[in-house]
Each structure stands twice: as C-alpha cells, then as structure tokens.
C-alpha cells in the first residue's frame, strides 16, 4: 500500500480565515479521494482529484468552499475557505490500491474557534 | 435510507468471546466491499476485503450475502487490541466508497 502524509497533522483556526491541507504520496496515483469526518461520524467523501482536471465535488461540497488543487500525481491540497465553526473536522486524503481499496492518510484534525 | 447502515454498539466483550457485526447497504449495483478499523484519533485502516464466497484472515472471518445485501464480520478470541471501530465500506461504483458510521468494540479482560 502507498505511504501517505499530510500536513499540517492538526490547527487551530480562527472563523473567516482559510487553511491548506497537504497531501503527499509516496507513487503516482491517479486518483486521490478528500473526506471529512465530523466529531463522533463516520467519514463522507468531499470530492475526487484527478490530476490535469478539476475535482468532482459531492452533494453538498462546492468548489468554493473547498477548492481543491492536483498538480501532479503524487501531490494534492485542499482549503478550506472562510471557516465556520462547523467545518471543525479531520480531514483526510486517500488513494486507491488494486482491488478499489483505499488508503488513508493519516489526517489533519481541524478546530475553528 | 442510509447508504450503509451498522449497529454503533458499543458491543462489549470479554477476551476470548467470538462477536459478530452485520451492515446492510442499499445499492444493489455495489461492486466491492470492505472492513476497515479506526482506532480512537487515528485513521481508518483496511482491515480486510470481502469476498463472495467469503474470505477469512486467522481471527477474523468476512461474508457477503449479496441476495440479501448484507455484509458480516466475525471476530473470534478477541483480544484486547481488537477494541476499536468497525466499518463497514461500500464501493458503488468509479471508486467511490461509501462509509458505514461504525460499530464500536470494547474488549475487556
């Protein structure tokens, strides 16, 4: 399986700002997944990150809330623009392995005050 | 509906006992399915995939039932380190998967 890290692993946000979270693989992926899970849930996909197009969003996700960048296939960020208090999650990005599996980084734990 | 529904638990077990956790899901077109394990704070982890003629990893024994939609997983002589979240994961189709919330297992000596 692919060694994934991201950063930063946790912040402390202020409402209104934004912040970029990393996302590092150590081979090329085409596919790299984004997912949010809230305090006490169970994860939900963001949007899908394919290298050389834009991301494809879930229901509920917007570009502009969560714009997401893939300049290579190793590499992945997504922001999280003027924050809310509700938008205190982890935040995880993931690949995919043989069998459809997928791998997850480790997280990055997100708290706006 | 939910996509994925789990039984949360907490299910609470001795060391050694045998337990049992069931998922549904309601896409009948899903192509793959998976257990995954979540530590407190930690990422979730595959734990194993599951087949339809279903597949067994030393303790751990995973079923499909694809008639019925419904996925198990049976854990035998739990340990201590097997306390943890479950979940139960769905892939319905171009790659995305879909999480069940998760059953809760509390192993105690």
């Known amino acids: 399986s692919a060694v994934i890290s991201q950063k930063p692993s946790r912040d402390i946000c202020q409402r209104g700002t934004s912040l970029t979270i990393q996302c590092q693989v150590d081979?090329?992926?085409?596919?790299m997944f984004w997912y949010r899970q809230q305090p006490g849930q169970s994860l939900t996909l963001i949007a899908t990150?394919?290298?050389?197009?834009?991301?494809?969003?879930e229901s509920g996700f917007v570009i502009d809330k969560f714009p997401i960048s893939r300049p290579n296939l190793t590499f992945s960020t997504l922001t999280v623009s003027n924050m809310s208090p509700e938008d205190s999650s982890i935040y995880l990005c993931?690949?995919?392995?043989?069998?459809?599996?997928?791998?997850f980084g480790p997280g990055t734990r997100l708290t706006v005050t | 509906r939910k996509e994925v529904e789990q039984d949360p638990g907490p299910f609470n077990v001795p060391e050694g006992a045998t337990v049992a956790f069931n998922c549904t899901y309601s896409?009948?077109?899903?192509?793959?399915f998976f257990w995954y394990r979540q530590d407190c704070r930690k990422e979730p982890k595959l734990l194993m995939s599951?087949?339809?003629s279903g597949n067994e990893d030393g303790r751990f024994t995973a079923q499909l039932n694809r008639a019925s939609q419904y996925i198990s997983l049976l854990i035998r002589d739990s340990k201590l380190s097997d306390s943890a979240t479950y979940l139960c994961?769905?892939?319905?189709?171009?790659?995305?998967?879909?999480f069940g919330t998760g059953t809760r297992l509390l192993v105690s000596p």
């Open positions: 081979s090329q992926v085409t596919m």
């Open positions: 994961v769905v892939n319905t189709g171009f790659q995305k998967l879909v």
């Open positions: 599951v087949y339809s």
């Open positions: 896409n009948s077109a899903s192509q793959s």
């Open positions: 993931s690949v995919t392995g043989q069998y459809y599996e997928q791998y």
């Open positions: 990150a394919n290298q050389g197009s834009e991301a494809t969003y």
